[in-house]
Structures are given as C-alpha cells and as structure tokens.
C-alpha cells in the first residue's frame, strides 16, 4: 500500500524501508547467486556471528522461521515426552505448538495485565514434579521480569528458555533478549523489527553443545551428510535470506529509536486528545528497553470490535494480537483448562488492539489515527446522549 495520507495507514509498511536500502539489498542478492552458495554457506555463518554478538552470547543457529527457532530449541533440550513446560497463557501460538509439538505438555500461567508478559508470582504455583522448562516470552517488545524468574528457575532446576521473537534488541537491566535464558528464540518474519523478506529465524545460546546439537537438528540430525544422529528435520535459513538481513542489521538500532519515537508521540497524541480513559497505552517497566515491536493499548468499555470496524472503514491498519488466549484455543482444549482459569488473559484477548508502527510512521498519519478513535469515540458519547 502506497505510503501516503489519502490511501489510509497501513498497520506496518515494508515498501518505504526497501526503498531505502534497495541496491544493498539487491546486490546481496546477487552476490548469493552469483556465488551457488544458496543453502547455509558464509552468508549464514556470517549473520549467525553478528546476531549472536548483537544479543551478547556466542552462537547463533539460522532456521527457517520463528516457529523452527523454538522447536529446535525445545528438540536440543534433551526432555522427555511428557515433561511439562510453563509459558504464559497470552501469546502467539507457536509458543505452546512448539511445545506440543516436542511431546511435551504446556502448562499455561496468567499474565502481569501492566505489560501482557508471564506473571512470575502465577508461576510457583504451576511447577511439578515434570516441570523441565519455562518459556518465557517478551510480548510487544518489552521483556518479561526477569530477576524473580531466574530465581524461581535456579531454585527449582529449571532451563529458561526466551521466546524473544518480538523482541530482538530489548533489554532487561542492561542486557539483551537472548541473553536472559539459557536459550533464545528470534524470528525475523517481515514485520519485525530485523525482518527478512520471506520466512527466517534463529536461536542463539551460550551453549557449545545445544549449539552444536541444533545445526545437527535443522539438517535432518545429519552428522556427516546422509548418517542422521537425530531425528531431525529440514529447519535451514536460505542463504539469500541470511545476505539481506545482514545488510539490514547495521540499522537495527536506528529502527528501534525511530519506533520509539512513534511510540512516544503516540502517547502524546492519546493525551492531546483525551482518550487515555478510553485507550490505555502501553506502559514501559524500569529498567527495560522496550523496542515497541506493537503498540498495543487497551480499549475500554467492550467497544475494541467496533472501533476496529471503524478504523478499517478509514483504511486505518490495525490489528488485535490476539483474540483467544492459547487455553481457549480450539485444538488445546483436550488440556483440559475452561474459561476463567485465567482472567488477565482472557481480558487482554477482549481488549487488546495494535496501532500502526513502523520506524518511517508519519507524524500526521499518527494524527490520523488518533482522530479516528477520537471520532469513534464522540460518536459512540452522542448515541449514548
């Protein structure tokens, strides 16, 4: 969608960014296929190197997506079938279907409602026996708190492992997301803050042996070629993926400014209008540096469907991350969990909803925005009258 007021304001534009760094992009493109080298290669062995001193730990594993980031991680993990793995109850649904997937069983834990990531004092409470792991995911953006999860971690034996996939560049008292666990996931699917141009991700760790055990895995466990030590599976980030992402990191830290910038002029906006009893906005914790991967606030009243209905008649993008809470979701009911079991979930899923942000977000297209859901909300006042 073209990048300008009269056709609306995409939820997130990739073109303007492209456009940007278009001859670098396209001349790592041919640089690949120039060189035959298009599966793994010294493209992948070089962004693996960078994103890896980028995150403060020492090795990187380049995978296919977000997704193959965290199976590979649970796979290189040595659990049994049956261990049990504690994530939070208000994420994305790779979270617990990389779980499941490992046959291991997810055990759900409520939410902090302040930033949408795990509560640490819901988690105490949820650990058994089986309990092997848990996932800790930074929602948004903005990393979970860290310090009474490590403690309950090392007092009960257990890996940390970070769904970082929102979150590439955060920090937590001064150190970076994948950094924080044993084990860290990122994806670079195209909307986020280091996005390729197709499917791609990676884990990155401290860990020689995981390391190592996970460029096994995501090869089919091949280890020489054609004698498979693992039950793997085909897991590999394209070269020419790995080379264009390598020209975009360099900019990373500029993006990350640039989005809090909208994030703050955002906040702004919200004020300016007198809409912060209508939209909470997101809150940043002490200590942490939120990347603002969304920007998502809270919409009172029960009216987030209808206002979504209006921003979408505007051609204003906007998105709601996520309407079900993953203990509601169909294909995880045989878990046996039922509505209510957790409450801050299940009230993020109902009122949730994502603002457009990307780092070349207009001014004026973020007026746009909030005139609409101050538009939205006279109208609504004037019914009611």
Same mark, same amino acid.
């Given at each position: 969608? =073209?990048?300008? /007021?009269?056709?609306?304001?995409?939820?997130?534009?990739?073109?303007?960014?492209?456009?940007? +760094?278009?001859?670098?992009?396209?001349?790592?493109? %041919?640089?690949?296929?120039?060189?035959?080298?298009?599966?793994?290669?010294?493209?992948?062995?070089?962004?693996?190197?960078?994103?890896?001193?980028?995150?403060?730990?020492?090795?990187?594993?380049?995978?296919?997506?977000?997704?193959?980031?965290?199976?590979?991680? /649970?796979?290189?993990?040595?659990?049994?079938?049956?261990?049990?793995?504690? /994530?939070?109850?208000?994420?994305?649904?790779?979270?617990?279907?990389?779980?499941?997937?490992?046959?291991?069983?997810?055990?759900?834990?409520?939410?902090?409602?302040?930033?949408?990531?795990?509560? =640490?004092?819901?988690?105490?409470?949820?650990?058994?026996?089986?309990?092997?792991?848990?996932?800790?995911?930074?929602?948004?953006?903005?990393?979970?708190?860290?310090?009474?999860?490590?403690?309950?971690?090392?007092?009960?034996? +257990?890996?940390?492992?970070?769904?970082?996939?929102?979150?590439?560049?955060?920090?937590?008292?001064?150190?970076?997301?994948?950094? +924080?666990?044993?084990?860290?996931?990122?994806? @670079?699917?195209?909307?986020?803050?280091?996005?390729?141009?197709?499917?791609?991700?990676?884990?990155?760790?401290?860990? &020689?042996?995981?390391?190592?055990?996970?460029?096994?895995?995501?090869?089919?466990?091949?280890?020489?070629?054609?004698?498979?030590?693992?039950?793997?599976?085909?897991?590999?980030?394209?070269?020419?993926?790995?080379?264009?992402?390598?020209?975009?990191? &360099?900019? +990373?830290?500029?993006?990350?400014?640039?989005?809090?910038?909208?994030?703050?002029?955002?906040?702004? /906006?919200?004020?300016?209008?007198?809409?912060?009893? @209508?939209?909470?906005?997101?809150?940043?914790? &002490?200590?942490?540096?939120?990347? @603002?991967?969304?920007?998502?606030?809270?919409?009172?009243?029960?009216?987030?469907?209808?206002?979504?209905?209006?921003m979408k008649a505007e051609n204003i993008g906007c998105e709601i991350y996520y309407p079900l809470a993953l203990h509601q979701q169909e294909c995880l009911r045989y878990l046996g969990y039922r509505s209510g079991d957790f409450?801050?979930?299940?009230?993020?899923?109902?009122?949730?909803?994502? %603002?457009?942000?990307?780092?070349? %977000?207009?001014?004026?297209?973020?007026?746009?925005?909030?005139?609409?859901?101050?538009?939205? %909300?006279?109208?609504?006042?004037?019914?009611?009258?």
């Amino acid at each position: 969608m =073209p990048n300008n /007021l009269g056709a609306g304001v995409p939820l997130c534009d990739l073109q303007t960014q492209y456009r940007e +760094l278009q001859p670098e992009l396209e001349a790592a493109v %041919l640089r690949v296929l120039a060189s035959g080298q298009v599966i793994l290669g010294p493209e992948v062995a070089a962004l693996e190197s960078e994103v890896a001193r980028a995150c403060g730990v020492a090795y990187g594993v380049g995978c296919g997506s977000g997704s193959d980031a965290l199976s590979l991680a /649970l796979h290189a993990l040595d659990l049994e079938p049956g261990d049990e793995v504690i /994530l939070p109850a208000f994420t994305f649904f790779a979270t617990a279907g990389a779980i499941v997937r490992a046959g291991l069983r997810p055990v759900f834990c409520d939410i902090d409602p302040i930033t949408f990531n795990m509560d =640490p004092l819901q988690v105490e409470n949820k650990i058994t026996e089986r309990t092997r792991a848990l996932m800790v995911v930074h929602l948004f953006g903005q990393c979970a708190d860290m310090e009474p999860l490590w403690r309950i971690a090392e007092r009960h034996d +257990l890996i940390v492992v970070e769904d970082a996939a929102q979150a590439l560049g955060a920090e937590y008292q001064g150190k970076r997301v994948g950094s +924080l666990g044993s084990i860290g996931c990122l994806s @670079f699917y195209p909307t986020k803050n280091l996005g390729a141009y197709g499917d791609a991700g990676m884990v990155v760790t401290n860990d &020689p042996e995981w390391a190592g055990r996970m460029k096994c895995l995501r090869v089919h466990g091949m280890e020489p070629r054609y004698y498979h030590k693992y039950l793997g599976w085909n897991a590999r980030i394209d070269a020419v993926q790995a080379a264009m992402l390598r020209v975009k990191l &360099p900019h +990373l830290e500029r993006w990350i400014g640039d989005r809090q910038a909208v994030a703050a002029r955002y906040d702004a /906006l919200i004020e300016e209008h007198h809409l912060t009893h @209508f939209l909470e906005r997101p809150i940043r914790r &002490p200590h942490r540096r939120h990347t @603002f991967n969304q920007y998502v606030v809270r919409v009172a009243n029960g009216q987030r469907d209808a206002l979504v209905r209006q921003m979408k008649a505007e051609n204003i993008g906007c998105e709601i991350y996520y309407p079900l809470a993953l203990h509601q979701q169909e294909c995880l009911r045989y878990l046996g969990y039922r509505s209510g079991d957790f409450p801050a979930s299940e009230e993020a899923a109902r009122q949730v909803l994502a %603002l457009p942000i990307y780092p070349e %977000l207009k001014a004026e297209q973020q007026r746009r925005v909030i005139q609409c859901c101050a538009g939205f %909300l006279r109208q609504q006042v004037r019914r009611a009258a």
